[in-house]
């Protein structure tokens, strides 16, 4: 029996001074293992009287039990020794400034578009939307673009079935506003545009544009004419000039293609503007009344124009970027000038 107590205490002694997880597991060992020192009194039991056995048994358990608890104890005690060291060595102080970190910048094209937004919002204009998977009776049967004309072909759109194209321009939108709002209607609609071109410097398969539409009662070509100069001086500078010269478009009649002074060279002539000094910047017109009778306004009480404005063009005028793919590719060293 003393030598029970003999062996607790000795074990629990050595316990104590125990400081690292490593020599506390093979302290277990050495005390509770097979061969361990309360083990083996097990062994001894059987030199004992029978009556005395059980005692002796009892006795020997009370003591592994107690070496066990104060094991556990002292296992919790280093293990969260180890975590507190580990917490303070790996603290970092999240109010130290930081290297330089740099600032992402908008990209030119979203820049181009918010001036262009800016501006028509400042003159009452709404921001509308429509899907780029566009019905043909939106994309090109209420524009008054019939089955057999040339922007239909093929070649140019993307049929996802007889029914359905990927829009070729942003003038669906057009058609879906006048059948659903009454006028006035004064609205733009910025948007991706597809058509099957081949990529080159100044083509891509996908593109953007802002339309323009306004519908009202005595809507003139000379609210046209004013609509877009603000515009382009806005962009472009209050010394920019614009030039309509007769153009064609389904939808709109008359139709007026649109040249601005080209904001490189001001006019001089240079690489960009092929030395014409202007660059063509625009398509619009009025809206053609066979155009508002299909979307269901009365050609003979309401007038209005559109315009389509080449947002890669406008932006690549106005920063003097020759390769329209520049636009698509993400190239961090061609984003990082648009600061
Ligand atoms: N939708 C025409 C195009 O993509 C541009 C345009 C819009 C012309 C509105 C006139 C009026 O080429």
């Not at 050595?14 to 009194?41: P, Q």
């Not at 049929?159 to 009454?182: D, G, W």
């Not at 515009?231 to 007769?246: C, M, S, V």
């Not at 389904?250 to 001089?268: I, R």
């Amino acid at each position: 029996m003393d030598q029970i107590t003999e062996i607790l205490q000795q074990a629990l002694s050595e316990l104590r001074s125990t400081d690292t997880l490593d020599a506390l597991k093979e302290l277990r060992v050495r005390v509770l293992g097979k061969k361990g020192s309360i083990s083996t009194l097990m062994k001894g039991m059987g030199k004992l009287a029978p009556e005395e056995r059980p005692v002796f048994g009892q006795k020997v358990n009370e003591a592994r039990t107690a070496f066990e608890t104060e094991f556990e104890a002292k296992k919790n005690e280093l293990e969260n020794a180890i975590k507190e060291a580990k917490l303070a060595s790996e603290k970092i102080d999240v109010t130290l400034p930081t290297g330089a970190v740099e600032k992402g910048v908008l990209h030119p094209l979203t820049q181009v578009y918010r001036e262009v937004r800016d501006v028509c919002m400042k003159l009452g204009f709404n921001v509308v939307e429509g899907p780029e998977m566009e019905l043909d009776k939106f994309n090109f049967e209420l524009l008054n673009i019939p089955k057999e004309h040339p922007a239909r072909d093929m070649q140019d759109t993307f049929y996802i079935n007889p029914e359905i194209v990927l829009r070729t321009h942003t003038s669906p939108v057009q058609a879906r506003t006048m059948l659903t709002n009454k006028p006035p209607i004064r609205v733009i609609c910025p948007g991706k545009v597809y058509r099957q071109d081949d990529v080159d410097a100044t083509h891509s398969p996908v593109f953007r544009q802002i339309e323009g539409l306004v519908i009202d009662k005595g809507v003139t070509f000379a609210d046209l004419r004013a609509m877009i100069d603000t515009i382009l001086k806005a962009l472009y500078g209050e010394d920019t000039q614009t030039r309509f010269r007769p153009g064609f478009f389904p939808f709109t009649e008359p139709s007026a293609e649109v040249d601005a002074t080209c904001s490189l060279c001001k006019g001089k002539g240079c690489p960009a503007c092929k030395g014409a000094g202007m660059i063509e910047v625009l398509g619009c017109g009025m809206v053609n009344p066979r155009v508002l009778e299909m979307c269901g306004l009365d050609p003979e009480v309401y007038s209005g124009y559109a315009f389509g404005l080449g947002l890669d063009r406008l932006s690549n005028i106005k920063y003097g970027v020759t390769d329209i793919r520049l636009n698509y590719e993400n190239d961090v060293r061609f984003l990082r000038q648009f600061r």
